[in-house]
Every structure is written in structure tokens, then in C-alpha cells.
């Protein structure tokens, strides 16, 4: 089967950087994505990797290491603005898609 | 969001009533997707579309059937609504590596 793990909840403080961890175990594994949500929004995308590595954009960077099934997403700078849930979501090879049960940032002043 | 649309953007039915919710994209992209949301179980992936003419089950399907009608629509249909099926259902698109994801239907049934 597939499933993925992510804190429920991740606290730091403004202007600090902060990781969120990744964790799954799947088969037919094609990448992995990022995104984030606001209260009574949708989510928007962040980023993506489809191979080993950092994928940097702007303040937001996200890593992955297929041997380990293992990726984060780090923000840095962290404004009040960031305080969001943030989904990890694994892709398959027939582009089925599945979701982590989201992290909680909360942004201290 | 890649012109990705939902309607309705609100629905209260009553238990044992049916409804279609509906998703369009203005893009041309293959793959497509319903979600739903509820408090702390993050997105689950109730069908999704790889193309035209396909679909497939994801994890929570029971008490939902789909069509996929052409390249552009993907309708979620709800046959006899059930109070556990009170939730927030996103529709999404699939370009690149990156999903683009609908407004939202806010489904309550009673």
C-alpha cells in the first residue's frame, strides 16, 4: 500500500527557518510534492521532485532521497503569512496521487 | 489555479438525496482528481482520471461513482447522500509534477 507521515503540528518563530519531514512507503514511486493551504482556502503548490535532490524556490526549498523514502520541505524567513498547512503528496507512475495528513505551522511573533 | 472550476460552491441535502458535483478545467490536461477533506484526515483521494475515457479508484471510492465525459469535465456523483459524507471536496488537475486544485463544493447532508 502507500502512505505517507508528516508531523501534525511544526511551531517556530518569524524571520527562523523550519523543516517539515516527509516520510512514505509506496510502490511505483514517481515524485513528491509540497503545498500548502490557509484556513478555508485550497491548496496551492509549492514544489516538486522528481528525482533525488534540492529543489529551490525563492524562500521555499524541498528535498528528496529516494534510497531513504524520505523528503522535507524547509521555508525560510518565516513571515506570520506562512502560518498554513502544508501537505506532502506522493505521485505514482499512473499519476495517482496521495496525500500526508498535513503539518500545522504555527508562527510565533 | 490553471482555470479550475467547481459548482456548486455550497450544497445541503438531506440523507438518501443524490447530486452531481461538477469540475471543468479550461486547460488540456489528462489527469484529473476528487478529493475530500475533513477536520485532521488531511486530502483523501476518492477517484482520479489518468485520461480520457479511464478511471480509477483511489482511497476512499464507497458511495461514489464518476464520469469522466470528455478531456475537459470530471463529475463527482453522490448516488444516496449519508451524513459521513459531510465534507469539503476539491477537484484538482494534474500539470507537470504540480496539482492545481478547484475552490472547493462545501457538502453538509443532514
Known amino acids: 500500500g502507500q502512505s505517507l507521515e508528516q508531523p501534525s503540528e511544526v511551531t517556530a518563530v518569524e524571520g527562523a527557518i523550519v523543516q517539515i519531514n516527509c516520510t512514505y512507503q509506496?510502490?511505483?514511486?514517481?515524485?513528491l510534492s509540497w503545498y500548502q493551504q490557509h484556513d478555508g482556502g485550497a491548496p496551492t503548490f509549492l514544489s516538486y521532485n522528481g528525482l533525488d535532490g534540492l529543489e529551490e524556490t525563492g524562500r521555499f526549498s524541498s528535498f528528496l532521497s529516494r534510497s531513504d523514502s524520505y523528503g522535507y520541505l524547509l521555508l525560510q524567513e518565516l513571515q506570520m503569512k506562512d502560518s498554513a498547512s502544508y501537505f506532502c503528496?506522493?505521485?505514482?507512475?499512473?499519476?495517482?496521487?496521495?496525500f500526508g495528513k498535513g503539518t500545522r505551522l504555527h508562527i510565533l511573533p | 489555479n490553471a482555470g479550475v472550476t467547481q459548482t456548486p460552491k455550497f450544497q445541503v441535502l438531506k440523507t438518501g438525496q443524490s447530486m452531481t458535483l461538477q469540475c471543468a478545467q479550461d486547460m488540456n490536461h489528462n489527469s484529473m482528481y476528487w478529493y475530500r477533506q475533513d477536520p485532521g484526515m488531511g486530502l483523501r483521494l476518492i477517484y482520479y482520471s489518468a485520461s480520457e475515457g479511464t478511471t480509477d479508484k483511489g482511497e476512499v471510492p464507497n458511495g461514489y461513482n464518476v464520469s469522466r465525459l470528455n478531456k475537459r469535465e470530471f463529475s463527482l456523483r453522490l448516488e444516496s447522500a449519508a451524513p459521513s459524507q459531510t465534507s469539503v471536496y476539491f477537484c484538482?488537475?494534474?500539470?507537470?509534477?504540480?496539482?492545481?486544485f478547484g475552490p472547493g463544493t462545501r457538502l453538509t447532508v443532514t
Open positions: 484538482a488537475i494534474l500539470r507537470g509534477g504540480a496539482q492545481y
Open positions: 503528496g506522493y505521485r505514482a507512475r499512473d499519476d495517482k496521487i496521495i
Open positions: 509506496t510502490s511505483g514511486f514517481y515524485g
